[in-house]
């Protein structure tokens, strides 16, 4: 029978769902057809398919070949499938013993040549053939990121004829080698920050609560030097994290050195970015920043610089931890639960506020400036807090201290995040309505306080909530049981809001 199958694997999202690669040889004039949805990529694939088994010394068959990727409601994309094809056509046509590819799944691309290329979206389908006991096949150039799946069965080829000499029996495939990662350079340190005492502390609450913070301040107050320090406040990445951020890049197409180091992700996208650079889209979706960032920080640097449009898209992201990509072919689920972080100037020359006096923005001026931040996004930041410059002979004083090194402030961090772990299972920032009631236990004074504190600046609930789990953090910090009057005092001094004309307001 001229029938073969040879498996492989699609990229859906961060998933790769099972694909058949059935090849059958008929009578009638020599044609090939693809079938089963595939798109651009995959039908051009005959034609690397023919050259490379032409140049690697096979016989093409002058037949009827019809190769159907199944299932046929799923579509296929890429020239991932290049490999299995190929291989089903020497299977079909008996010069493979069609037994031999039983048990194996094969991804790759192949040149005219018959070289193995690299494709997207390997260290998925190693997780399912791992958990499906199955011996997956890749470009040796995807070999270390398939490696980073341990008890997968990874070998690894760069030419077709490495791979047909296996499976006759010939020879045998390498396995494939996790690479350790390049050494880098250490993280920045909060060391290096002089002065700024509130804003290193509402860092490493923010760190330890996992909280989103705003930071609002004229130019040269070290709103930015301060965010790129708190990856180095977060623990590294756990082994099913890591696993989650390499699946992301690798779907992406991007390196994933750092992973292997364990640093969580921090990316930091330019304000011309667009909405679909930041959430992922395009006619076949590709993850976003917020899902280069999961598990990591996402730093939105001069934030009202943003497209207004752009940043509302964040809202969902920030409340469900994943970004749903609809089209009309199918729908692509990301991951996207990251910690935002974010630093703006409080009026177009950002000196609004300054004791100097030297802004001259008019009111209105300030009103749009401030306005290309919608209420709700705003009202989605934990913790907000004005930032003050300070004073050049205070800088500049080389008698001044320094703060506490990172390190010091990454093992209190660690210390409350496992005691949230232990307590609830995961960070305070993702605390429900009912979890705080249970968790913080306001005593009738602390109640009337937050009330009262409610009333006067204008909170809404979503805010006294996101007060509620900064106390809880700030607690945790301190190895306290229960959520004291400092501890809420403290956290209601991390929701100063944005100056506004004529005083100080908050949401």
């Known amino acids: 029978m001229s029938l073969a199958v040879v498996h492989a694997r699609a990229m859906l999202g961060i998933s790769a769902p099972a694909v058949t690669v059935e090849v059958h040889l008929s009578g009638g004039l020599p044609s090939l057809s693809i079938v089963g949805l595939p798109e651009a990529a995959v039908r051009e694939s005959k034609d690397r398919v023919r050259s490379a088994l032409i140049n690697s010394g096979f016989d093409y068959p002058q037949r009827r070949i019809t190769i159907n990727l199944a299932p046929a409601d799923l579509p296929k994309e890429g020239g991932r499938y290049d490999l299995a094809i190929a291989l089903g056509i020497l299977a079909a046509s008996k010069q493979l013993p069609p037994e031999s590819l039983a048990g194996w799944e094969v991804l790759g691309e192949l040149t005219l040549a018959g070289e193995i290329r690299p494709v997207r979206g390997v260290l998925p389908a190693a997780i399912v053939c791992r958990d499906l006991g199955r011996a997956l096949l890749v470009p040796r150039l995807n070999g270390a990121e398939a490696a980073l799946v341990q008890g997968c069965d990874v070998r690894v080829a760069d030419h077709l004829l490495q791979v047909c000499s296996a499976l006759r029996g010939d020879s045998t495939l390498e396995l494939a080698l996790a690479v350790p990662p390049p050494a880098v350079s250490g993280l920045p340190d909060l060391m290096e920050v002089k002065g700024q005492y509130q804003a290193r502390r509402a860092l490493e609450v923010a760190a330890a609560g996992s909280h989103n913070l705003l930071f609002s301040g004229p130019p040269g107050s070290g709103k930015s030097m301060l965010a790129a320090r708190l990856p180095g406040l977060l623990p590294v990445l756990g082994e099913r994290e890591r696993l989650e951020v390499a699946a992301v890049y690798s ?257």
């Open 251 to 507: 779907v992406a197409g991007c390196a994933i050195d750092t992973v292997g180091h364990g640093n969580r992700p921090f990316r930091n996208p330019h304000h011309t970015a667009s909405a679909v650079a930041l959430v992922g889209g395009g006619s076949q979706p590709r993850p976003g920043e917020i899902s280069l960032a999961h598990q990591g920080v996402l730093f939105l640097d001069e934030l009202p610089e943003f497209p207004r449009a752009v940043l509302d898209v964040l809202r969902e992201p920030l409340e469900t931890g994943e970004i749903l990509i609809s089209r009309a072919a199918s729908q692509m689920l990301f991951p996207a639960r990251f910690q935002l972080l974010a630093a703006m100037n409080p009026c177009p020359c950002g000196y609004f506020g300054d004791p100097s006096g030297r802004c001259r923005c008019t009111p209105d001026q300030i009103q749009r400036y401030q306005g290309r931040i919608s209420g709700p996004l705003l009202d989605r930041f934990d913790m907000q807090l004005n930032v003050k410059a300070l004073d050049p002979a205070q800088l500049l004083d080389p008698a001044r201290g320094q703060g506490e090194a990172s390190g010091v402030v990454a093992q209190r961090v660690a210390a409350a995040m496992s005691l949230q772990q232990a307590r609830q299972g995961r960070p305070n920032r993702d605390l429900g309505a009912a979890e705080l009631d249970q968790v913080c236990g306001l005593a009738a004074a602390q109640r009337d306080l937050l009330v009262n504190a409610a009333t006067k600046l204008g909170l809404s609930a979503r805010a006294c909530h996101r007060i509620l789990r900064v106390a809880r953090t700030l607690s945790d910090l301190a190895a306290e049981e229960r959520v004291g009057e400092a501890q809420l005092l403290e956290a209601l001094s991390f929701r100063q809001g944005l100056l506004r004309q004529g005083g100080s307001g908050s949401r």
